[in-house]
């Protein structure tokens, strides 16, 4: 009786996140717009934490610079990435949390796939600016990936530099855009893995805040 109940439970769960992801539309995101007046070391040296965001949204073509230089395929011929990872595993997936709902990235055809309708990003992060803010990233790693490092610390260091590579790349595109962002490691990461539909091996890793600043 008691497997009964957990089965229907997990169905009831399962669906209900298919339901409200088929209340949102794919995003198509346009083609990166890669000339920059900025040379590097000035982005270099203006990158910064910001955390006093406006709620003005983000345009179609910031929101879809920020998701190729965090995780976008910089070599088509090869599939590879704007970040690095260890034996080329891409072991990093970077979900956008919209005033509209949730999406994954999906870097083949660099748009927004729905996972869940609605606000959640309130429920991202601890701070308040995270609810202000237009856009936050959710970096989660597939560890089923990194099945190579037999050790969980190796493990988890290794996502969290891969994280960090494609948090960076955020960052030094925000510099040159005039864009406010900041890297959170506060978040509840049981919540975000029950709103997203998370498997067992995946992890959530860290957060990112991204928006025009007041």
């Known amino acids: 009786m008691i497997y009964t109940m957990v089965v229907l439970s997990i169905f009831l769960f399962l669906a209900g996140g298919v339901a409200d992801a088929e209340d949102l539309q794919a995003i198509k995101l346009l083609t990166p717009a890669l000339e920059n007046d900025k040379p590097f070391m000035q982005v270099a040296k203006e990158r910064k934490s ?16 920020i998701l190729w230089c965090a995780n976008g395929i910089n070599r088509p011929d090869t599939g590879n ?34 996972v869940a309708s609605g606000d959640y990003r309130k429920d ?14 959710i970096y989660v790693c597939d560890l089923a990936k990194l099945d190579f490092l037999k050790n969980p610390e190796d493990q988890a260091m290794t996502a969290g530099i891969d ?4 948090s960076q790349n955020v960052y030094l595109y925000c510099a040159a855009a005039n864009i406010g962002a900041v890297i959170r490691t506060s978040i509840d990461r049981a919540k975000i893995s029950s709103v997203f539909g998370l498997q067992q091996e995946q992890m959530v890793v860290a957060g990112q805040t991204v928006g025009y600043l007041k």
């Open 163 to 166: 994280a960090g590579h494609c």
């Open 81 to 114: 990435r704007t970040v690095p990872s260890p034996m080329n595993k891409q072991d990093i997936d970077v979900y956008a949390v919209l005033k509209e709902g949730v999406y994954l990235y999906e870097a083949k055809s660099h748009g927004l796939i729905p």
């Open 124 to 137: 991202v992060g601890m701070q308040s600016y995270v609810a202000i803010a237009p856009l936050n990233l």
């Open 50 to 65: 910001d955390r006093d965001f406006s709620k003005k949204e983000l345009s179609l073509q910031d929101l879809s610079n």
